[in-house]
């Protein structure tokens, strides 16, 4: 990238992350952040100690939709002339509509994933550990067959989280089954 496409695609992650932190703020929570991970993007972090599942979904939404459509409606503008023709403004195009539409796809923990995690496996949090487990494993073949050492790297970083998931499931599973008996 030049100079001007890796401005670009700067700005387009912040825009991104920077959607994910005003929901989390619109939704009360504390301690917002966004961090940025050199050659890995960028995330949001916050704290809430009773989220929704509401919240949850619309927070992880709140990164790649306005993304999705500030790229549309740059390539509208840029189609009808109103922005000048210029090789970094069609890069920016790309990286806000690529970048949010990838992070759509339902593998955790990219936002698409964590909807479908938040969405499908938020009462038995078993299934989400195989959820994470197989977006591992996909992430993992995507980088070892396209050479891609960040999506392998993003692959092995993220594997070392489904220890943790897995203990925050039995934790929630034994919470659901004293809750039961003492019910």
Known sequence: LNWQGLLAF???????????????????????????????????????????????????????????????????????????????????????????????????????GQVANNLLFSRNPYFGVVFQSIGVLVLALLGLGTGSFLLLGFAILIAFSIRQSFRTAKLNAQLRQDLLSHS
């Open 10 to 112: 700067a700005g387009v992650i912040a825009i991104h992350e920077g959607g994910h932190a005003l929901a989390m703020k619109a939704f009360g929570y504390r301690d917002t952040t966004v961090l940025f991970v050199p050659f890995f993007g960028a995330l949001a972090t916050a704290k809430k100690d009773a989220a929704t599942l509401t919240e949850k979904v619309w927070i992880s939404l709140a990164g790649p939709l306005p993304g999705i459509l500030m790229g549309i409606g740059l390539a509208i503008a840029r189609s009808q002339g109103w922005v000048p023709d210029l090789d970094w403004i069609d890069e920016t195009i790309g990286f806000f509509l690529f970048l949010n539409l990838f992070n759509l796809i339902p593998i955790y923990p990219l936002d698409g």
